[in-house]
């Protein structure tokens, strides 16, 4: 099956760039996904990205996928409070849910 | 988005008793849960896929007979583990999908975290 790797804790201080990386051995994944978890509360889908893309970019999220190295990124502009939470990488076709492999998650922790 | 709730949030149990933990779609009809398990330091691992109705699809390695669902109406998916064991112990949360997100994403509940002592 496939191997999902992140790293498992990052700390950044307000108003900093947060990179969150992630590494993936199976390449026919359709779609890959990023997920935030906050305390107490289910993953909540943050972005997509579809495995033929190089970047996406939505507000302070930005998406990048290097297919070749099997990489991919999520980086968060001008860190807040608010983004401290998991943060989990996942692959699998459209629709959510079925047959989505995950990565171990990484704590984002945003400190003054 | 959709909401999905899951209940109990953290339970603990004593070793060889069983446990129930509800996944409820509260404001869309799921015709198909999924149930993961995250052990520390670990991926989610998707457990079965549980279709209203019908008998769940249980992922390799996962046993059925210990891990009973069911998936008996469009809002309310069920994961009895059985005669649980401290190496079950671990961090089970599900998702659904249906309704008008039958085509776009997943929606998932807040997780559960069993401890088997």
């Known amino acids: 099956g496939e191997d999902v790797e992140q790293s498992l804790f990052l700390s950044v201080r307000e108003g900093d760039s947060s990179v969150i990386n992630c590494t993936y051995t199976d390449s026919s994944s359709t779609y890959l996904y990023w997920y935030k978890q906050e305390p107490g509360a289910g993953l909540q889908l943050l972005t997509y990205i579809f495995s033929n893309m190089d970047m996406k970019q939505d507000q302070r999220l930005t998406v990048l996928l290097n297919k070749k190295d099997k990489h991919l990124s999520l980086r968060i502009a001008d860190t807040q409070t608010g983004d401290s939470a998991i943060y989990f990488c996942?692959?699998?076709?459209w629709g959510g849910g079925n047959k989505l492999t995950f990565g171990t998650g990484t704590q984002l922790k945003v400190e003054l | 988005g959709a909401v999905v709730s899951q209940h109990p949030s953290r339970v603990i149990c004593k070793s060889g008793t069983s446990v129930k933990i509800e996944c409820r779609s509260l404001?869309?009809?799921?015709?198909?849960m999924f149930w993961y398990r995250q052990f520390p330091k670990q991926s989610l691992m998707l457990m079965a896929t549980?279709?209203?109705?019908?008998?769940?699809?249980?992922e390799q390695g996962v046993e059925k007979d210990k891990f009973l669902i069911n998936h008996a109406s469009l809002t309310l998916s069920t994961l009895t583990v059985t005669s649980a064991h401290p190496e079950d112990s671990s961090f089970y949360i599900c998702?659904?999908?249906?309704?008008?997100?039958?085509?776009?994403?997943?929606?998932f509940g807040q997780g559960t975290r069993l401890t088997v002592v």
């Open positions: 996942a692959g699998g076709p």
């Open positions: 998702s659904a999908l249906g309704g008008a997100y039958m085509n776009t994403e997943a929606f």
């Open positions: 549980s279709n209203e109705g019908s008998k769940a699809t249980y």
């Open positions: 404001d869309f009809q799921a015709t198909t």
